[in-house]
Structures are given as C-alpha cells and as structure tokens.
C-alpha cells in the first residue's frame, strides 16, 4: 500500500461509486492505472464489497438499539449457539464478539418500540444461551460512518 491506495480507499469509502475517471482525477493517477489499482485491491480483499447506504426513516425503521449480551457460559459451544441463534434474524443487523463484562454487544433495529419488546421476548428471551440483556436505546447518530 503506498499514498496513492490509501487516497483511492479514503475516496472509495465516501463514495463508492465513484466513476473511474474521477477517481483517477482526485488521487492523481491515470484512469487505466487508477482502474488496476482498484482492481488489485479487490483481488487481495482490501477492498471486500460495495454498499448502499438507506434510509431508515423511509424503511419503517423507526427504533435503534444496542444490546449487550452476557451469557450463562463462556464456553466456545455456548458462544457458537448464541451466534447461530442471532445470526439470521432480521432485527439483529450487526453482531460483534467483544471483550469486558458481556461477551456480544448487538446493533438491532425494529420499526418501533412494540417491535422491539417483541424481538427482545421472542428472540433474546427465548435462547437458553442469555444471561442478561442490556439495552442502550439510539437518540440520535450526529456521526455514522457506516
């Protein structure tokens, strides 16, 4: 990685949809050179996909939470359980293994607060695996990056 990828990868992560051609023109590189340079970052898994960024507001997500998770058992088979527990359910939009007094903190988001009482009952309440479930309700994101 030299400044020229780090300057495609800052450019990329504001927008990735940045036509080539000016992406070449902001880091100071040839189109045909800018394109192989992305490309290779690609191949090598730097760069892992593109995204489109939604608005909740306009999909019915009207409540964000993050909960913290602390489980019955620390064991691998219990951690893996829990995982496979959460891993497909459509609340749960992003789930990290952290470290500190629980071992998951869970970003959820629901269409309102009846939403949630439900997925915190139906799903969280429902799987052996949970010892305690803290929830730390979004008021506001004046920075998400996401």
């Known amino acids: ?76 088979k219990a951690q893996q359980q829990f995982e496979d527990h959460v891993r497909f359910v459509d609340e749960v939009v992003e789930c990290h293994n952290i470290t500190g007094a629980n071992e998951y903190l869970l970003r959820v988001e629901t269409r309102d607060l009846v939403s949630y009482k439900k997925f915190h009952a139906d799903v969280l309440g429902e799987c052996e695996q949970v010892k305690s479930i803290t929830t730390m309700v979004v008021m506001d994101s004046p920075k998400d990056e996401r």
């Open 1 to 76: 990685m030299d400044k020229f990828d780090e300057k495609i990868l800052h450019a990329l992560k504001s927008n990735g949809r940045l036509p080539n051609v000016e992406l070449a023109e902001r880091v100071g590189l040839s189109a045909s050179a800018t394109l192989r340079r992305v490309q290779d970052l690609e191949r090598k898994g730097v760069i892992q996909g593109y995204r489109a960024v939604l608005d909740s507001n306009q999909l019915g997500i009207g409540f964000v939470a993050y909960v913290s998770i602390g489980l019955a058992s620390h064991s691998k």
